[in-house]
């Protein structure tokens, strides 16, 4: 059963930066056709970062070079590292993995291309 459990939200002042973790486990693969959501209050879940079968990230472009996605391979985390926090990134973060990608995966940034989420950790800035 694949398990995605996010860490490292928080309350940081203007620009100031944060690192989301979501460790990952019953996931049969390498940490691929995976990504990164954000749902602000009152809005739609928007994709931030996703990563194809290849490893190949593909950003929003909102993100506009302040978001970098990297994986651990030994401890089984899937990381976004965001920097300079505006406003607009006040938001709940998920973590989301599509199970099940036989002939390989787009680097989607759609909501419904995953099926298995974590609960989420939030990112405010103050």
């Known amino acids: 059963q694949v398990q995605l459990v996010e860490s490292g939200g928080g309350s940081v002042q203007a620009g100031g930066s944060l690192k989301l973790s979501c460790t990952v486990s019953g996931y049969p693969y390498s940490m691929r056709c995976m990504g990164w959501f954000r749902q602000a209050p009152g809005k739609e879940r928007e994709g931030v970062v996703a990563?194809?079968?290849?490893?190949?990230?593909t950003y929003a472009d909102f993100v506009e070079g302040r978001f970098t996605i990297s994986q651990d391979n030994a401890k089984r985390t899937l990381n976004l590292d965001i920097n300079n926090l505006d406003p607009e990134d006040t938001a709940m973060y998920y973590c989301?993995?599509?199970?099940?990608?036989?002939?390989?995966?787009?680097?989607?940034?759609?909501?419904?291309?995953?099926?298995?989420w974590g609960q989420g950790t939030q990112a405010r800035k103050t």
């Open positions: 989301a993995a599509k199970t099940s990608w036989p002939w390989g995966c787009r680097a989607s940034l759609g909501a419904s291309d995953f099926d298995n």
């Open positions: 990563i194809d079968s290849d490893g190949d990230p």
